[in-house]
Nanobody, 124 residues
Framework: QVQVVESGGGLVQAGGSLRLSCAAS????????MGWFRQAPGKEREIVAA????????YLSDSVAGRFTISRDNAKNTVFLQMNSLKPEDTAVYYC?????????????????WGRGTQVTVSS
């Protein structure tokens, strides 16, 4: 049984930082591309960042480039999202997802497994 579990969300002031973690089990983690998505109230789910199975190729959306970093530790079956210089507009539920592919994916429909999400709230 595949499980994807996010952690690390919380309440932070604007300009602050958070580090999200996503632990995956029940799959061969190194064979999966991983992605972080977010969904704010009343808005569609959007891609934030994605990383190839090897970690060598990464994607960051324009809205977070320069502030967020995605990384992974295949030995620990974990992917991370380091979020710096947070803004109130970053407030959302953040989801981790896994896709059985060697390429980087940015469309939610292409991912196979999803976590339940972790809330990130940035106060002004």
């Amino acid at each position: 049984q595949v499980q994807v579990v996010e952690s690390g969300g919380g309440l932070v002031q604007a300009g602050g930082s958070l580090r999200l973690s996503c632990a995956a089990s029940g799959l061969t983690f190194s064979s999966y591309a991983m992605g972080w998505f977010r969904q704010a109230p009343g808005k569609e789910r959007e891609i934030v960042a994605a990383i190839r199975w090897s970690g060598g190729i990464r994607y960051l959306s324009d809205s977070v480039a320069g502030r967020f970093t995605i990384s992974r530790d295949n030995a620990k079956n974990t992917v991370f999202l380091q979020m710096n210089s947070l803004k109130p507009e970053d407030t959302a539920v953040y989801y981790c997802a896994a896709a059985h592919t060697i390429v980087v994916l940015t469309a939610a429909r292409e991912y196979d497994y999803w976590g339940r999400g972790t809330q990130v709230t940035v106060s002004s």
